[in-house]
Nanobody, 126 residues
Framework: QVHLVESGGGLVQAGGSLRLSCAAS????????LGWFRQAPGKERDFVAT????????YYADSVKGRFTISRDNAKNTVYLQMNSLRPEDTAVYYC???????????????????WGQGTQVTVSS
């Protein structure tokens, strides 16, 4: 079992920045992946970014490339999402997700993630 706890959401004006954190605990081992997805009201949960724990390889959705940066702190078992140049369309609940070693589907596929956090609200006002 893996437990994920997100923090750092809030209200920000367009053009502003926020940093989300996700602390992982429990049976995390091997070359797993931690990522971020987001879900706006009435929409599907969409991939945002992800990072491999051992190699630090990152993947981003096209909509956030150049604005968002995902990083990790191995000692703290924590992943971060630095969000800059925020836009109103970034408004959503952001979820941290854990993908176990051995999954072979695309990194952006939410069905290949095994554990999810409770979500944190990000609201960007225009």
């Amino acid at each position: 079992q893996v437990h994920l706890v997100e923090s750092g959401g809030g209200l920000v004006q367009a053009g502003g920045s926020l940093r989300l954190s996700c602390a992982a605990s429990g049976r995390t081992f091997g070359s797993y992946v931690l990522g971020w997805f987001r879900q706006a009201p009435g929409k599907e949960r969409d991939f945002v970014a992800t990072i491999t724990w051992s190699g630090g390889i990152t993947y981003y959705a096209d909509s956030v490339k150049g604005r968002f940066t995902i990083s990790r702190d191995n000692a703290k078992n924590t992943v971060y999402l630095q969000m800059n140049s925020l836009r109103p369309e970034d408004t959503a609940v952001y979820y941290c997700a854990y993908r176990a070693y051995g999954r072979t589907g695309p990194m952006s596929s939410k069905s290949d993630y095994d554990y999810w956090g409770q979500g944190t609200q990000v609201t960007v006002s225009s």
